[in-house]
């Protein structure tokens, strides 16, 4: 079965630092590779998506993600952190079997120092 | 309304009550979803419904019984729960089942007492 890592559950950095959020999956094939982010009581809001094509993919917000194939991850990187980025933020992956199944990680909870 | 909404946002009931947790989404969308968000754990899909064809039921109590009337409305009817039911239900809508991403409501906040 297909699993989703992310290993680092908090993290905290100071305003206008970069920030790299670290995710890994199993699977065999190349999934679709989703990023979302949750703000305290709210839902997921979509940062950005692989499905296929140029491997560094632009985001909103300002985020982007790099999907590396040899190393089964899709980090999320932010060159410079506001504090309105304190949030969870989720990776996810689509098998690309039937259905649109989404297997979620853990979550990285982010907090922003000022 | 825009997107996907769900109420109530915060429901607390007992363990003998029933409730319904309603789900609307508004955005033309053909596939919506149940998920249960507990603290410490993953994001967890319940049910999947694609043309209000209930196509995924991911082992889950029937306590826990959806319905689908709808491409935009989506239920959950609650009945007899358990304290370690309460958590947080998502709804999400997608505009299909492959490849397509999901939207989300801002879920209700569930506390069985």
């Known amino acids: 079965a297909q699993s989703v890592t992310q290993p680092d559950i908090h993290i905290t950095v100071s305003e206008g630092a970069s920030l790299e959020l670290r995710c890994n999956y199993s699977?065999?094939?190349?999934?679709?590779l989703f990023w979302y982010v949750q703000s305290p009581g709210q839902g997921l809001q979509l940062l950005l998506k692989y499905f296929s094509g140029d491997t560094l993919v632009q985001g909103i917000k300002g985020f982007e993600a790099e999907f590396k194939r040899s190393q089964s991850s899709f980090n999320l990187r932010k060159p410079s952190v506001h504090w309105s980025d304190a949030a969870e933020y989720f990776c996810a992956v689509d098998s690309r079997g039937a259905g649109n199944m989404l297997t979620f990680g853990g979550g990285t909870r982010l907090m922003v120092k000022p | 309304e825009t997107g996907v909404t769900q109420t109530p946002r915060h429901l607390v009931m007992g363990m003998t009550n029933k409730k319904s947790l309603k789900c609307e989404q508004h955005?033309?969308?053909?596939?919506m979803y149940w998920y249960k968000q507990s603290a410490k754990k993953p994001l967890e899909l319940m049910f999947v419904y694609n043309f209000k064809e209930q196509t995924e039921n991911n082992s889950v109590p029937s306590r826990f019984s959806p319905e689908c009337p709808n491409s935009s409305h989506l239920f959950l009817h609650l009945h007899t729960l358990q304290p370690e039911d309460s958590a947080l239900y998502l709804c999400a809508s997608s505009q299909g089942h492959r490849g397509y991403e999901q939207y989300f409501g801002p879920g209700t906040r569930l506390t069985v007492t």
């Open positions: 699977y065999g094939a190349t999934p679709y």
């Open positions: 955005l033309g969308h053909n596939a």
